[in-house]
């Protein structure tokens, strides 16, 4: 009889705080915009990882409202928003997905739009969406680079392959060789002002390709007037020479001063004519960048594929958790640090470090050579460790459950978690320690977990639930059996930590 009193109160007591913390649950989850107070719109997102229900939408860092609800539609997410009355939409109105760094996730920045543009009525659509993509474009683009190596490399191949193409390449090494030597002694006997020429044509030549990167059309007729400039000017020159020379007397010093400049500006017109024509027959860098359509095209496909690959590397997401639970029976807490790396919203990789106090329980065997009166020669000893343990899950999600396998708490197990009321509340259940010399029963927990505020929970639970309590004879350590838990904990996504991931080195 006494043995169905025990794990009868323990269920009692199980279902007591189930119910509270669903009553708690209930109690805090309601938002805090009511219909009446606020403006329902929708908007379509491509990729609405991050964002869930009570997010938060600002304008200018100022909460104006919150996000109600996410439903699929098809391939993209339809996100309900909740907007103070006050806030004047209009039909232009814009939606910018945005992170927040440290003890912040995604969050909606909103901009109402413009006063010309028509109000937006209750259930309307914000159609400007400024969102993130996943990582499948970055593997199509990846693919497509690839594409072309392999072409360019299939076409050195055949033009460097075979003896025909050795001796070239031998003949291209030895020209090469002979123009290094030229050029060193070029370099060593005006290094200072090649160094100087070089970094001004740098800049030069950074400004003329941003500037002309996309207005080519106009550039081109840029020259062109400058041409017809120069020749313009040259005819003027060649006249006001003409007048100037037949200049007598008194002028006779101020015109030879205005023929000297009228010289210099002469010169400098040549050159900059010289120049111009150089450009436009696409001699030089310059000319190269503004004549090649195919090399132009190059670079901004590599710069745009470089800048969208970084894109979606941070893209993936991390989250860190802490958390806190005290044991009944045992009489002190446990403690964990966890770390969620989450590529896809539909499975995560998990790992955990944790304090347990029931520690390791490691087996030795002793030898007494030669035995006490009394003792066996070899006896077993049985030894209670304080060490962290380690947890590495992978995790995927089918609809409203979740099945987790790895190692649990430094042993191979697997758990399921189940999703209600749209992830707030969970139920978890985790199997491990199936060789354990102590347990009698493989190792079984569950776990309630509920969130009532954003980054912060509250779980209680079961551990142990199939085995008999057994402590540690020289510390009353609990070791083994049955333990009731309650705490909480906290969790929160960090940019900075995900933008660190990728540029972590790989042993080779």
Known sequence: MKKLVTPFRV????????????????????GGLSDKDSTHVWAYFRDASGLSAKSRVQIAGIGVGEINQITLEGTRAKVWLRIRKDVELHEDAVLTKRSESLLGDYLLDLSPGTEQAPAMQDNGQIRRVIDTQGMEAVFQSLS???????????????????????????????????????????????????????TNFQGVSEDVRGLTRENEAEVTRIVDNIEGIT????????????????????????????????????????NLEDITHT???????????????????????????????????????????LQSTYLVAQGRSKNSLSLRLIPKPDKYYLLEIIDDPRGLVE??????????????????QKITKETFKLSAQFAKRYYFTTLRFG???????????????????????????????????PRLRATL????????????GLDDILNAQQRDTATRRLIAGRDFFFGGGIFFTDDDLKALLPSIPLPK
């Open 363 to 380: 087996v030795q065997v002793v030898q007494n050579n030669p035995p006490a009166s009394g003792q066996p020669v070899v006896q077993t």
């Open 231 to 270: 020749k313009d000017v040259r005819e003027v020159l060649t006249t006001v020479k003409k007048v100037v020379g037949t200049n007598q007397g008194d002028l006779q010093e101020g015109v030879a001063s205005l023929k000297e400049t009228m010289q210099k500006l002469d010169r400098t017109l040549g």
């Open 11 to 30: 269920g009692l007591l199980v279902i007591a705080a189930g119910a509270f913390f669903f009553a708690f649950f209930m109690f805090a989850r309601k």
């Open 407 to 441: 190692l649990i708490e430094s042993t191979g197990g697997v758990g399921a978690d189940l999703h209600f009321l749209e992830d707030a509340l969970t139920l978890k259940m985790d199997a491990f320690n199936f060789s354990a010399e102590e347990l009698r029963y």
């Open 144 to 198: 497509q680079i690839t594409a072309d190596i392999q072409q360019v490399t299939a076409a050195l191949r055949d033009v460097l392959g075979g003896e025909k193409g050795t001796g070239s390449l031998q003949h291209i090494v030895e020209n090469l060789i002979r123009l290094s030597d030229s050029v060193d002694q070029t370099v060593r006997a005006s290094g200072e002002r090649l160094n100087a020429i070089l």
């Open 279 to 321: 450009v436009k027959e696409g001699n030089g860098v310059v000319g190269t960048l503004l004549t090649d359509k195919q090399l132009g095209q190059k670079l901004t496909d590599a710069v745009s594929d470089v800048t969208d690959y970084a894109n979606r590397i941070t893209n993936l997401q991390t989250e860190v958790g």
């Open 449 to 460: 977990r509920a969130q009532a505020f954003d980054h912060l929970f509250v779980s209680a």
